[in-house]
């Protein structure tokens, strides 16, 4: 995976759309013999409540939805309702459940049956906090309002092989989706997992995952939040997302380490309550607390309220679909955004509990904004520098390209932080390479093909300082 996202920005904006296409639709490339985990565990899975559908849970004296005002969804979605595919690969979803209904978009059974039941209730939480339909009357809504989901039944319960999840997020990717949501955790991470993460970032997918549940046994990195999750803050490969309390602290289990890039709700303070979502019609599951405070998971007669079916649930599992929902919206106000780009906005008006913005390990910048958030996508700079060049043959496969300078346009009311950076990447035989750059000063360089090359392409690339690329291509012929 490439790492730097100026380098990552420069590589795929070579990319044709014909090109993304086959990629979407390649196998993964070979790996070198690495040995797989046994399997994923999700995250902690919801807990069984039976509300009544009043605006106030007497218990907490809070709504029983208060992520969605925690994270200013409702105002957002005003603003910005969202049309923006997200992927769930978990263990499905009840389609059934009134909320959910006419919410998937495609589905995808990677277990072979067909269906993509949730058996678990582990999915079926996690679509409610994205995309539970609003105004119907039920009890949840999620944050997308009505985002399409891809809903991808990776497994059917809380163990995962990486293989499988691996094969959900290229199943996400090829049919279309922008956002994945990954609420699984391993404490390493497999060559085809992490190739295919990469094939996502690649082709501009933006992948959330849950930090980690590991807050009160050493917060030892997780994967794959730990390999999306930029350095310190930094903007990585996707986003690690961390839980919260209604008062913005880090819930006590919540994964702190050097890749937590925000946060969102995801607990209270006590185990039997946290954020508000679906659950299955039919299941059976309950999480209770034992002697260590951790919820546990109890076979429970289900409670219903009219046709619906409703939980609360803690975990960094719930926390990372509200951002992904968050990420929807923004996505949604600004097209044009790439998925580095919707990531350092969610980054950049991200506040801590004192409304500061800086980060730190338990909750990266902070819990996301999406008022903030969708304002600042909508005057975001989404325009590119110019690439231009002259190409001069000097004999039979020998050039040599002179880069020219160029200025960093931007519209009234944009925002834009300047500068343009350079750089030249070569393709022959569909690999493509970095010549020279990223650089400030405009290159200058000879370029020639090795013996036997007949035909190559030489792009020029010029990228300003929040990543907005432009190329010109040159078709070399010996």
């Given at each position: 995976?490439?790492?730097?996202?100026?380098?990552?920005?420069?590589?795929?904006?070579?990319?044709?759309?014909?090109?993304r296409?086959?990629?979407?639709?390649?196998?993964?490339?070979?790996?070198?013999?690495?040995?797989?985990?046994?399997?994923?565990?999700?995250?902690?899975?919801?807990?069984?409540?039976?509300?009544?559908?009043?605006?106030?849970?007497a218990?907490?004296?809070?709504?029983?939805?208060?992520?969605?005002?925690?994270v200013?969804?409702?105002?957002?979605?005003?603003?910005?309702?969202?049309?923006?595919?997200?992927?769930?690969?978990?263990?499905?979803?009840?389609?059934?459940?009134?909320?959910l209904?006419?919410?998937?978009?495609?589905?995808?059974?990677?277990?072979?049956?067909?269906?993509?039941?949730?058996?678990?209730?582990?999915?079926?939480?996690?679509?409610?906090?994205?995309?539970?339909?609003?105004?119907?009357?039920?009890?949840?809504?999620?944050?997308?309002?009505?985002?399409?989901?891809?809903?991808?039944?990776?497994?059917?319960?809380?163990?995962?092989?990486?293989?499988?999840?691996?094969?959900?997020?290229?199943?996400?990717?090829?049919?279309?989706?922008?956002?994945?949501?990954?609420?699984?955790?391993?404490?390493?991470?497999?060559?085809?997992?992490?190739?295919?993460?990469?094939?996502?970032?690649?082709?501009?997918?933006?992948?959330?995952?849950?930090?980690?549940?590991?807050?009160?046994?050493?917060?030892?990195?997780?994967?794959p939040?730990?390999?999306?999750?930029?350095?310190?803050?930094?903007?990585?490969?996707?986003?690690?997302?961390?839980?919260?309390?209604?008062?913005?602290?880090?819930?006590?289990?919540?994964?702190?380490?050097?890749?937590?890039?925000?946060?969102?709700?995801?607990?209270?303070?006590?185990?039997?309550?946290?954020?508000?979502?679906?659950?299955p019609?039919?299941?059976?599951?309950?999480?209770?607390?034992?002697?260590?405070?951790?919820?546990?998971?109890?076979?429970?007669?289900?409670?219903?309220?009219?046709?619906?079916?409703?939980?609360?649930?803690?975990?960094?599992?719930?926390?990372?679909?509200?951002?992904?929902?968050?990420?929807?919206?923004?996505?949604?106000?600004?097209?044009?955004?790439?998925?580095?780009?919707?990531?350092?906005?969610?980054?950049?008006?991200?506040?801590?509990?004192?409304?500061?913005?800086?980060?730190?390990?338990a909750?990266?910048?902070g819990?996301?904004?999406?008022?903030?958030?969708?304002?600042?996508a909508?005057?975001?700079?989404?325009?590119?520098?110019?690439a231009?060049?002259?190409?001069?043959?000097?004999?039979?496969?020998?050039?040599?390209?002179?880069?020219?300078?160029?200025?960093?346009?931007?519209?009234?009311?944009?925002?834009?932080?300047?500068?343009?950076?350079?750089?030249?990447?070569?393709?022959?035989?569909?690999?493509?390479?970095?010549?020279?750059?990223?650089?400030?000063?405009?290159?200058?360089?000879?370029?020639?093909?090795?013996?036997?090359t007949?035909?190559?392409?030489?792009?020029?690339?010029?990228?300003?300082?929040v990543?907005?690329?432009?190329?010109?291509?040159f078709?070399?012929?010996?």
């Amino acid at each position: 995976m490439v790492v730097d996202p100026l380098r990552r920005a420069i590589l795929r904006a070579t990319l044709s759309d014909a090109e993304r296409a086959r990629l979407a639709r390649a196998p993964l490339p070979a790996g070198g013999g690495e040995t797989l985990p046994a399997a994923v565990s999700a995250l902690a899975a919801p807990e069984l409540s039976d509300p009544a559908l009043t605006a106030v849970d007497a218990s907490t004296g809070l709504p029983y939805a208060w992520h969605l005002a925690a994270v200013q969804a409702p105002a957002a979605l005003a603003l910005q309702p969202s049309g923006v595919k997200v992927a769930i690969v978990d263990t499905g979803a009840d389609l059934a459940h009134p909320d959910l209904r006419d919410a998937a978009a495609a589905t995808v059974d990677l277990l072979g049956t067909g269906s993509v039941a949730d058996l678990d209730g582990h999915g079926t939480f996690i679509a409610g906090l994205i995309a539970a339909r609003a105004g119907n009357g039920l009890g949840s809504a999620g944050v997308a309002g009505k985002t399409p989901l891809v809903i991808v039944r990776a497994s059917t319960g809380a163990r995962f092989r990486q293989s499988a999840i691996a094969d959900g997020i290229l199943a996400a990717v090829r049919r279309g989706a922008r956002i994945i949501n990954l609420s699984v955790e391993a404490p390493t991470i497999g060559y085809v997992f992490a190739a295919a993460l990469a094939r996502a970032v690649e082709l501009d997918t933006l992948v959330v995952a849950a930090a980690g549940n590991s807050g009160d046994v050493g917060n030892a990195p997780q994967q794959p939040a730990a390999l999306l999750g930029g350095y310190r803050g930094s903007v990585g490969s996707g986003l690690s997302v961390a839980a919260t309390l209604p008062d913005g602290r880090a819930a006590s289990f919540s994964t702190r380490n050097t890749s937590v890039s925000v946060a969102a709700p995801g607990a209270m303070a006590d185990c039997r309550r946290g954020v508000f979502s679906t659950l299955p019609l039919a299941s059976d599951i309950s999480f209770d607390d034992d002697s260590r405070g951790r919820c546990l998971p109890l076979v429970f007669a289900p409670g219903r309220f009219a046709s619906g079916r409703y939980a609360y649930g803690q975990g960094t599992s719930f926390a990372a679909p509200i951002v992904a929902g968050v990420a929807a919206l923004v996505w949604a106000a600004q097209p044009r955004l790439h998925s580095d780009q919707v990531a350092r906005i969610l980054m950049r008006t991200a506040r801590q509990r004192d409304g500061s913005h800086r980060w730190t390990p338990a909750t990266g910048y902070g819990v996301v904004n999406a008022v903030a958030a969708v304002q600042l996508a909508r005057r975001f700079d989404v325009t590119p520098p110019p690439a231009r060049a002259r190409l001069r043959a000097l004999g039979r496969g020998v050039w040599t390209v002179r880069v020219l300078a160029s200025s960093d346009p931007r519209r009234r009311g944009q925002l834009s932080e300047g500068g343009v950076r350079y750089a030249l990447v070569l393709e022959r035989s569909g690999v493509r390479r970095l010549l020279a750059g990223p650089s400030r000063r405009p290159p200058k360089r000879r370029v020639s093909l090795p013996a036997g090359t007949r035909r190559a392409r030489l792009y020029v690339v010029a990228c300003d300082r929040v990543l907005n690329c432009a190329h010109k291509t040159f078709a070399l012929r010996r």
